[in-house]
């Protein structure tokens, strides 16, 4: 299984719709897929259900905070299996590939977790691995077993609930918009995760490596096939840093990707025209190139 965390300190670049067409787009080609919506408000889970089938199917008994909730008390849920929902209307879009997609929901509340989290750390300092390693610990169960990519959709923060995604994951994924504000935090995430990881590690808990982190840029704005001026110089200052990138770029087009959450189906899976979903599918390829990689290292 490979754990991709997507995450960013700034809201508002594309993180969701990334994860939602990646996760389809993996399932379309045959792999088992399992989507995690870490971020309160819950855009990644209303991507695949209903408002109202969020609301009253899922937040009462399966979502990501019931994972947290009761941490090394009875009341702890046994298996993420129990979280797990299908989205009614990618599966009819998968009818006929033998990949899967599913989802663990958000919750509304999860800043209580938060909450919740650090005052059990506080009182009690000893619990750091357990605490900040619920989701690594989760993923890693028997019944998790036949899932071949784990995407998370993290909320534009580095608390704990978001760390719990970093010690989980094998990669990171940074959707950036080519921009100065959009760019300007990716330093300041990478010193964050280090300092994170060192951290854990010095618990004397099982050790975790520093995930290797690729940025995509997104909501990017062509002319003539290539980036507008003003991103093509930002998209070359990050390269020039040796930051990794990504080769393919997703456009900014609310035409292609603003309709689909409503309809519960990502743009890739949505029969949109081959035109307007190519960037998405050679992301896919070279997502799934980059995974290959990490595997055969892992090997």
């Not at 797990?84 to 009818?95: G, N």
């Not at 050790?207 to 995509?216: F, L, S």
């Not at 704005?221 to 390269?239: L, M, T």
């Not at 189906?265 to 992301?283: D, K, N, S, Y």
């Amino acid at each position: 299984m490979q754990v991709v965390a997507v995450i960013n300190h700034k809201g508002g670049v594309g993180k969701t719709t990334l994860t939602a067409n990646l996760g389809a787009g993996l399932a379309a080609r045959g792999q088992k897929v399992l989507l995690i919506d870490l971020d309160s408000q819950g855009s990644l889970s209303v991507s695949f259900f209903t408002q109202t089938e969020w609301m009253n199917d899922l937040m009462p008994s399966r979502t990501i905070k019931h994972w947290f909730d009761g941490i090394g008390t009875p009341d702890e849920v046994e298996s993420p299996r129990e979280l797990i929902s299908t989205p009614p209307r990618v599966a009819e879009k998968l009818a006929r590939s033998s990949g899967r997609l599913d989802l663990i929901a958000a919750h509304r509340d999860i800043a209580d977790v938060e909450t919740q989290l650090a005052a059990d750390l506080l009182a009690d300092p000893e619990r750091f691995a357990q605490l900040h390693g619920r989701l690594r610990a989760g993923l890693a169960h028997k019944d998790m077993a036949e899932y071949d990519t784990v995407l998370i959709d993290c909320a534009p923060n580095f608390g704990l609930v978001a760390k719990n995604a970093v010690a989980a994951a094998t990669m990171l994924l940074i959707p950036t918009k080519p921009d100065y504000l959009s760019t300007n935090g990716i330093d300041s995430l990478g010193l964050k995760i280090r300092e994170f990881i060192e951290e854990f590690n010095a618990t004397g808990a099982e050790p975790i490596q520093r995930p290797p982190a690729a940025v995509i840029f997104t909501m990017v704005q062509s002319h003539d096939g290539v980036p507008i001026e003003a991103q093509r110089s930002v998209i070359s200052r990050i390269e020039a840093r040796k930051v990794p990138t990504f080769e393919t770029t997703m456009r900014d087009s609310k035409a292609v990707y603003g309709p689909a959450p409503e309809h519960g189906v990502p743009v890739i899976l949505a029969g949109t025209g081959r035109a307007a979903t190519r960037e998405l599918r050679e992301m896919v390829s070279e997502l799934s190139g980059r995974l290959e990689g990490l595997h055969g290292l892992a090997a």
